[in-house]
T-cell receptor
């Protein structure tokens, strides 16, 4: 079946602009995650959605970052007033969690964000 | 807090050599899961294996094998008879039950397999 898809694959923006990154999880997966991969920080957890529960936002680096998940499927990560340090690859993952916290996470190809 | 250490930043081998990628983890939890992911140049993280803390049996899948030792908190990955297509960055990761579903990743090991 289809894997996790993300769009756009690349995004170049100017400092101060807002950006939206999209993630389509594997069909039927109830859990969705966002991670960030940057040279200086490695792979970092950002946010986690599970079904209709309140998301775990503990990894979001600042209030300029937000995410939503509509209809329990597609998710959008929004970064407001982008800064150069936001430049990174943003990875989305999903898992077929029925509540287990340790189900395998399957990753999408990522969105490479460059802030000029 | 959890931590995963991959001390090898980069390894270069010649095709057909065996290579072992090291992973050492730290956690106070007794129930946890360990993972290996492969990130080829295309950038997508590809799941390779998952192992829970109660199962210390080693696993072999084709040319890949994994050695899990709780006594040394290690979960090492060996590629036998390496091939150029194995060239990638390999990440070891840890997740604990009740830990908010967050994967804690190591910094990755860049493997280069040359002809």
């Amino acid at each position: 079946g289809a894997g996790v898809s993300q769009s756009p694959s690349n995004k170049v923006t100017e400092k101060g602009k807002d950006v939206e990154l999209r993630c389509d999880p594997i069909s039927g997966h109830t859990a969705l995650y966002w991670y960030r991969q940057s040279l200086g920080q490695g792979l970092e957890f950002l946010i986690y959605f599970q079904g209709n529960s309140a998301p775990d936002k503990s990894g979001l680096p600042s209030d300029r970052f937000s995410a939503e998940r509509t209809g329990g499927s597609v998710s959008t990560l929004t970064i407001q007033r982008t800064q150069q340090e936001d430049s990174a690859v943003y990875l989305c993952a999903s898992s077929s969690s029925a509540g287990a916290s340790t189900d395998t996470q399957y990753f999408g190809p990522g969105t490479r964000l460059t802030v000029l | 807090a959890q931590k995963v250490t991959q001390a090898q930043t980069e390894i270069s081998v010649v095709e057909k050599e065996d290579v072992t990628l090291d992973c050492v983890y730290e956690t106070r939890d007794t129930t946890y899961y360990l993972f290996w992911y492969k990130q080829p140049p295309s950038g997508e993280l590809v799941f390779l294996i998952r192992r829970n803390s109660f199962d210390e049996q080693n696993e072999i899948s084709g040319r890949y094998s994994w050695n899990f030792q709780k006594s040394t908190s290690s979960f090492n990955f060996t590629i036998t008879a390496s091939q150029v297509v194995d060239s990638a960055v390999y990440f070891c990761a840890l997740i604990i039950t009740g830990g908010g579903n967050k994967l804690t990743f190591g910094t990755g090991t860049q493997l280069k397999v040359e002809l």
